[in-house]
């Protein structure tokens, strides 16, 4: 592999093992253990393995570590852990290097379980974590303190689509020797810069874009080779939230098209958003892209770009949101994203269900609030479907 290679390059050949046969597709190492020459070799491995050499699935397998050495490559990073589920790999990086007692500061405009995993796992375990508006710099400073040990937030919100700040979180975090861990799901892999801007970690559930048809469950932490190999690797090859080497393969192959699909569905996402803009049926049209959004010069800065998912507030609340949603004959309901497919989902009764109301309220998820994940259809007829849903 070329260091000098373009992105579009790099998701297409880093990291590629052929066996003797010189196979084209990657191949699907579909095995849980692996066969030593002696007692002597097994012994050998389980003391120092070599760069290419595998003891156990749980603990590394060629597809699995193609694929890790692919997304490093694309995102930059030293090295990275493939996990089984985007959860798994937010947990992982904050329970592996966290112990009783630490701090941890995080933006308070998360994915629901996200928010389970700060605020009832971690408290469980004695690490006391404080919350900020994001959006707010005066606040991460005066929360990040010397014995802050970790900073989490997402890189762009879900739902509401905030954007943080990335650079300047990083400055203040670091400036009191925190490690600043992204989850940078909305930004996606294409248009992420953060290790550039500052980010210690980085994390994706690769059930979005990077797979992005539907198919399959997984995450990744990417970040330095002390962290990954150090910190990661020991707590999830012993508690069990590894890639299985069909995700890992199914992943690779979506790495080849995730450019393609990202740029299409962003271009679409933004066209949509403008076309909607200003409709008698919404409140409003949340999108990092538009030029109203609060933090749209931050996007074009830290992006370049919107993303792929953009948020409508339906005039008349559940009922209003409901309609439109039944209404809608193109976009599904669910409640994944990152898909080929437009999703949409009522954040206020799904993913953010278990929130009290007053949480809900203060973290802009509104009861006529609907997330859009676009897809990889026509903008017209996606912009047509929801003019006619708007009218029910």
Known sequence: ????????????????RRSQYGEVSEAIFLTQGFVYDSAEHAEQRFIQLGDDEFIYARYGNPTVKMFEERIAALEGAEDAFATASGMAAVSGALTSMLKAGDHVVSARALFGSCLYVLEDILGRYGVEVTFVDGTDLAQWEAAIREDTKAVFFESISNPTLEVVDIETVCALAHAKGALVLIDNVFATPVYSRAFEQGADVVIYSATKHIDGQGRTLGGVILGSRDFIRGTVEPYMKHTGGSMSPFTAWVMLKGLETMGLRVRAQTETALAVSRALQGHAGLNAVIYPGLEDHAQHALTQAQMGAGGTVLALDVKGGKEGAFRFLNAVQIGLISNNLGDAKTIMTHPATTTHQRLP????SSLGITAGLVRVSIGLEDADDLFADFLQALEA
Not at 357 to 360: N, S, T, Y
Request: net charge neutral; aromatic share 4%.
């Open 1 to 16: 592999m070329s260091d000098n290679w373009k992105p579009s390059t790099k998701a297409v050949h880093s990291g590629t």
């Open 357 to 360: 109301e007053d949480q809900k």
